[in-house]
Structures are given as C-alpha cells and as structure tokens.
C-alpha cells in the first residue's frame, strides 16, 4: 500500500488552477489509495514540474465518472514559473482526458472551497432513438419523449433555500442539509435535455439524484405533487435511485471576484 507524506513546508506562493477532465476513467477527484483519481494525477504533475508542493484542494470533489469544464483547485509551491509557463508545463505531463486551462497566483487566504459563492452543474440526456458512439461518454442514453413542461415545474419547486436531505445519498457528518438553489432549469438542445443547475454548493449526489427523480416525472411516473411530498419528506436517500454519472459535468465555480484579480 502506498503511504504518503505531506510536510508543512514555507510555501512562497499559492496557485490556483482551472481544469477540465473526462471523468469516465477516474475514481472521482479526490485521492484514494490504489485506484485512479483527477487529484492524484495532478499532483504528480505538480510535483515533476514544481517539485514539492501541498496537497490540491478542489472546489468540488466531483464523484466516479462525473466530468468537468470548469473545476477550481489551488496548491501551495515554490515556483518562479510564471502562469502561463505553469500551464504548458502541466499539461505536458497530464493524461489526454486532464487539462489546466489556466493557472493564477492567489492571495494566502484564498479558500477555493470556502471563498466559492456558487457551482454550475449540467446533466446531458440523449433523448434520440438511437444510441450515439460518440456522446455516450458524457450524456444518458434515454430514447423517447420527456414532459419538459412538469420537469420545469419541480425545477421552479427546488429553487429558493430549502432542505435536500431526500436527495443526498449519504452525510458527510452533521453539516446542515440546506442548500440554496438559485437556478434550475430543463431545456431542450437537439437531440439532447439539459438539466442545469446552480446553487451554493451541494450534498453528495444531490445532482444525480435529482436528475433521477425529475426523469421519472418527465416519463410520468410520478406527478409533480409527488416530486414535492419526497422533497419535502426530508427522508435520507428517498428521492433516488442515482442517475448515472456519465452525463454530469461540473461547468462554473464563481467567486466574489473573477479568477486571477
């Protein structure tokens, strides 16, 4: 079993990166013993291009096979590269599916978790009657008709400051089970449903689970009044099962301030 040591060091400069990745092949971002995962493949760039450095935080620990646009995460290291040097760098050393888009310099205080006021997430639903190669990666295959209309009306429900409880799958501790959603919607793009949402932050599976409980709406197995009674149930779990993870993908992270000033 792999061991591995962190020592607090004097880092003279924190960074923080944007990344996009195809999640498929990854074990999640966070670091795990023994299996793939987004953040250890950026940290063994990181160490071959900075030589030593702290761990990476992420703004959002996305989970096995969820994708990302536009994750934040940040480190510490001493490095004279400047940005733009630290992105070509990287990305020569990271697998085809990770890329860093962009690097910046942050203040000491910085929290890429803390300081975040919100995260964009979209789910992507292959609504054709064929299968596509080359979507099925990134987007549910599910063939036939969905009532957008119902499907907007529980997004207008989820919208505002409420308790998700029903639509986490487990609890990371006593933390408040209370989120604000400030946007949810389901529109339409070709041969696919989008199901974006924007909110503070989220508990775990929330989004999964939410896409899970809004497509058995749009096929009309259950009513919109349903979707509320689980909502507002606040029962552990009762809004699943999971939809799969292939068609989510973490797209914003927003800050008080852009990125970077």
Known sequence: MTVRLWFKLNWSS????????DGTQYHGFQW???VPTIQDELEQAIGRVCGQS?????????DAGV????????????SALDTMTLVRALNHYLPGDIAVKAAYRASDDFGVRRD??????????????????LSQRFALFLPGMLDIGAMNEACQLMQGEHDFVSFASALDGPESTIRNVHEAEVREDGEFTVFRIVANSFLPHQVRST???????GRGNISTEGFRDIME???????????????LCLMNVKYPAPLGI
């Open 233 to 247: 149930a606040r029962r552990l779990g009762l809004a699943g099962p999971l939809s799969p993870p292939c068609g």
């Open 211 to 217: 896409v899970g409980l809004l497509t058995r709406l």
């Open 67 to 78: 994708h990302a646009r536009g994750q934040v995460a940040s480190f510490w290291a001493k």
């Open 116 to 133: 975040a006021v919100s995260r964009e997430y979209h789910y992507h639903i292959h609504s054709s009657n064929t299968r596509s190669p």
């Open 32 to 34: 795990q013993v023994g």
């Open 14 to 21: 924190k960074f923080i990166l944007l990344v996009e990745y």
């Open 54 to 62: 702290s761990r990476v935080m992420a703004a959002s620990r996305t």
